[in-house]
């Protein structure tokens, strides 16, 4: 997506370690006009296919899914958490992953009332890097039985290997720009 790529080149900073810093319109300051054209992107790659809830992953996944929710009939969004509450275990799915830019294990907990078997489900996170965060909201869908019609991602860097193992894994995968390298000496920031 021009709009996406343009505007990572013009206000994303490439951090040491393989880190994007967008927190200019994506990570901490949102841009909600292109979070708006994001969604409707997704909408056009994914038309055709039932989607009854989106699920992503507290918390830069909550705007861009509450956004793309209005391109798909204005179904819920359920964000899942990264620390529990005083519930009861028996009311969550509960599952571990590693994160990328914490460099820390941290669970992914979904109340069990927001998330049926049957339901069609499409996930939706900001980045994609070595896969967990998405490998974890996997988990929760195949323990609540529901199905997972696609993966929408902002931005996968593709330099890393999460993408490749999930769609050899059998997901259709869009993600809206492609990293294919970048330098944090230089700057420089190349697309698919
Ligand atoms: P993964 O679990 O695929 O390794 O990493 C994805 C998660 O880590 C995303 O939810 C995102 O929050 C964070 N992440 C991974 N790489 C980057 C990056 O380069 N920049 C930013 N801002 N977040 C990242």
Same mark, same amino acid.
């Given at each position: 997506?021009?709009?996406?790529?343009?505007?990572?080149?013009?206000?994303?900073?490439?951090?040491?370690?393989?880190?994007?810093?967008?927190?200019?319109?994506?990570?901490?300051?949102?841009?909600?006009?292109?979070?708006?054209?994001?969604?409707?992107?997704?909408?056009?790659?994914?038309?055709?296919?039932?989607?009854?809830?989106?699920?992503?992953?507290?918390?830069?996944?909550?705007?861009?899914?509450?956004?793309?929710?209005?391109?798909?009939?204005?179904?819920?969004?359920?964000?899942?958490?990264?620390?529990?509450?005083?519930?009861?275990?028996?009311?969550?799915?509960?599952?571990?992953?590693?994160?990328?830019?914490?460099?820390?294990?941290?669970?992914?907990?979904?109340?069990?009332?927001?998330?049926?078997?049957?339901?069609?489900?499409?996930?939706?996170?900001?980045?994609? =890097?070595?896969? *967990?965060?998405? +490998?974890?909201?996997?988990?929760?869908?195949? &323990? /609540? %039985?529901?199905?997972? $019609?696609?993966?929408?991602? =902002?931005?996968? *860097?593709?330099? +890393?290997?999460?993408?490749?193992?999930?769609? &050899? /894994? %059998?997901?259709?995968? $869009?993600?809206?720009?492609?990293?294919?390298?970048?330098?944090?000496?230089?700057?420089?920031?190349?697309?698919?």
């Amino acid at each position: 997506m021009k709009e996406l790529e343009d505007r990572i080149r013009r206000d994303g900073v490439v951090k040491p370690g393989n880190v994007l810093k967008v927190d200019g319109f994506l990570n901490h300051q949102c841009d909600v006009a292109l979070f708006d054209d994001m969604g409707a992107q997704w909408a056009r790659i994914f038309a055709g296919k039932r989607v009854d809830k989106i699920l992503t992953i507290e918390a830069s996944g909550i705007g861009i899914a509450c956004l793309a929710a209005r391109h798909f009939g204005d179904v819920p969004v359920v964000f899942a958490k990264k620390t529990q509450s005083i519930n009861l275990e028996g009311d969550q799915y509960v599952t571990t992953v590693y994160s990328f830019t914490k460099q820390r294990e941290f669970p992914v907990i979904v109340a069990k009332k927001f998330l049926a078997a049957g339901e069609h489900v499409l996930l939706i996170d900001d980045f994609l =890097a070595n896969g *967990k965060a998405m +490998q974890g909201l996997i988990d929760i869908c195949t &323990k /609540a %039985g529901a199905i997972i $019609e696609g993966i929408g991602i =902002a931005v996968e *860097k593709g330099f +890393q290997p999460g993408g490749a193992m999930l769609r &050899k /894994a %059998g997901y259709d995968v $869009e993600s809206l720009a492609i990293v294919t390298s970048m330098d944090s000496e230089t700057g420089t920031i190349k697309f698919a």
